[in-house]
């Protein structure tokens, strides 16, 4: 992309000395107030080595470079150089960049191919992939779509909860009401079910709790019988959760979750013993972060047996030691946020520096208008219900838009939008903000919804048909096009807009945050539909024609990019 900064620089360079390049880029200015010109130089620090007065400088600077072809104009305004890009050179750069890049529009390669890990989704095996599971699922698949955009190798984990004292309880309590049939018919409600009895049962069989944790402690040994259980739990579940991250079209390349690291505590806990780190309390050992205001740390239960924040450790220097991660990203709820500061400080403490490298990223509560959900009560709502109810009332509304459609046709277009829909609503908000899912809003084809943005890229598709492949053609290879046709109010807002799709891309990388993409993916929609009303687009005018199919073309290849982004598909018709 043409950097307007880096052009000024250089014509800048030609009349001031001894400012560096880099230097001269860094004092440009956007100033606030459009009427101050696109960008601004300010001739205040050349006072002193010029010996004149800043005005004089910048009436020089500014009467110089006027000329410049990529300026409307250029004013002196007190001791600043204000320039205004002109319209068509912004719009001509804009567009060259777009077509030339494609697919690949909106990446860069800041990242230099160096390994990030982003860890997301980690559901817990046996128990339900609910509602609650969608944030980090959708938030972390979408930090690795932007990661990999912005250059860096991203390397995906699910680090599965396939571990720990939850698995003594589900095996003793399928031992005592379980059903083999039940658990191949449907795995995750059956096992849902006997966690949920043994809770029940535990209040009037406290003894049942000793039975558990004995259980957790054979399957530490590697007891087969435990193991074997357990490994069918874990298979099942696993189907069950690949049925999910296939409809959302989610993969990961590692799921090394926490039973990964069962064998290799050992090494971690002895290290933390030579480091003078752990504490004996009450026969479990521990590390006390109370100097920092985090509490202790329980490491190792009275009985020996890991805990949760054990493995993470174990997990962290791992992934070091095999990726050698610039970044370690975790995408995990906020009710988290205190384990994952205990164990960062516990790794600085072990004196591994890269723990400044390990990031989490937190995001709030998603509830549904309904009321809460509690796994241990058996009260959830399954994601893949969810899913499936987007793309079923999805097709009713295809259905009712297009009476016409075939079945296939609905079928594929629900898939996309329906399920579409659901992570577009997820991706909107500041991910810390606590949110009410609901159905109105997700599947609003008017609002700044996912249907709004899929509808607004199927139409600058179907205005490309009607355009025909000629013209296209042409479009597509900016040949002699004339950008004054490119320059009305509308036409230049989305110029603009598409303009900063890139540096959009970054600003959401550096701030892990999706939804920054997700508000200008439709800050770019509604600008193309202003263009849309506003002009008209296919006139006899062939010049005209090209330019403007031009830039329905750069549009709908912006807001595609955009949207595979946050992990979705954008339709050619609906
Ligand atoms: N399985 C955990 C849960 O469902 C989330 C795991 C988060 N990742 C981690 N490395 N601790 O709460």
């Not at 780190?277 to 009275?302: M, N, W």
Request: proline residues 3%; charged residues 30%; hydrophobic residues 40%.
């Amino acid at each position: 992309m043409l950097n307007f900064k880096e052009e000024i620089a250089k014509l800048i360079a030609q009349q001031v000395e001894g400012l560096e390049l880099a230097e001269i880029q860094e004092m440009i200015e956007i100033p606030q107030d459009s009427k101050m010109g696109d960008y601004a130089f300010p001739c205040f620090k050349l006072a002193k080595t010029l010996r004149k007065a800043p005005p004089l400088i910048a009436k020089g600077i500014a009467e110089a470079i006027a000329e410049a072809e990529m300026f409307e104009k250029v004013e002196q305004v007190n001791a600043y150089v204000n320039m205004f890009i002109s319209k068509e050179a912004f719009v001509k750069v804009t567009m060259e960049e777009v077509m030339t890049k494609g697919d690949d529009f909106g990446k860069t390669n800041i990242g230099e191919n160096k390994p990030v890990i982003v860890e997301y989704s980690s559901p817990n095996i046996a128990k339900p992939f609910h509602i609650g599971h969608i944030r980090s699922t959708v938030i972390g698949n979408s930090l690795y779509k932007i990661y990999d955009a912005m250059g860096y190798d991203v390397i995906r984990i699910n680090h599965l909860g396939d571990y720990g004292t939850q698995f003594g309880k589900m095996i003793c309590a399928y031992r005592h009401w379980g059903n083999k049939e039940d658990v191949i018919n449907e795995p995750i409600k059956t096992l849902l079910e006997y966690y949920t009895k043994f809770h029940v049962e535990v209040e009037e069989h406290p003894e049942l709790d000793d039975e558990a944790r004995e259980i957790f402690a054979k399957l530490e040994k590697g007891e087969p019988e435990e193991v074997e259980l357990w490994q069918w739990f874990r298979d099942e579940s696993l189907k069950e959760f690949s049925r999910v991250y296939d409809m959302l079209g989610i993969s990961f390349d590692s799921y090394a979750g926490e039973s990964f690291y069962s064998d290799k505590m050992p090494r971690f806990v002895n290290e933390l013993k030579e480091k003078g780190l752990l504490e004996e309390s009450r026969g479990a050992q521990i590390v006390d972060l109370e100097p920092y205001g985090l509490g202790a740390a329980l490491i190792t239960k009275s009985d020996g047996s890991t805990l949760y924040i054990t493995r993470d450790i174990a997990a962290a220097v791992y992934r070091k030691e095999t990726y050698n991660f610039e970044k370690n990203i975790y995408v995990v709820a906020s009710q988290q946020n205190l384990h994952f500061q205990q164990w960062f400080k516990i790794l600085e403490l072990m004196g591994y520096e890269w723990s400044k490298d390990c990031v989490h990223i937190p995001f709030g509560l998603v509830s549904l208008a309904e009321g809460t959900m509690s796994t241990r009560h058996g009260r959830v709502v399954f994601l893949e219900d969810v899913l499936n109810k987007a793309v079923e009332k999805t097709k009713e509304i295809i259905r009712e838009k297009n009476p016409d459609a075939t079945e296939e046709y609905v079928d594929e277009v629900a898939k996309t939008v329906g399920i579409g829909a659901v992570i577009f609503q997820e991706l909107s908000n500041n991910r810390i903000k606590d949110y009410v899912f609901n159905w109105d809003k997700v599947l609003n084809f008017d609002g700044e919804t996912g249907p709004y943005v899929q509808y607004t890229h199927a139409r600058c598709a179907s205005v490309l048909r009607k355009a025909g492949d000629d013209v296209v053609a042409k479009a597509k290879a900016l040949e002699n096009i004339d950008y004054k046709h490119l320059t009305s109010e509308s036409a230049y807002d989305l110029a603009k807009m598409l303009y900063k799709f890139p540096a959009v891309v970054l600003d959401a990388g550096e701030k892990y945050e999706p939804s920054i993409v997700t508000r200008h993916i439709v800050d770019m929609a509604q600008g193309f539909n202003r263009f849309y009303h506003d002009e008209h687009i296919l006139t006899d005018n062939e010049d005209e024609k090209v330019a403007k199919v031009a830039l329905v073309l750069a549009a709908k290849e912006a807001i595609k990019n955009g949207l595979a982004l946050l992990g979705m598909g954008a339709p050619e018709r609906m």
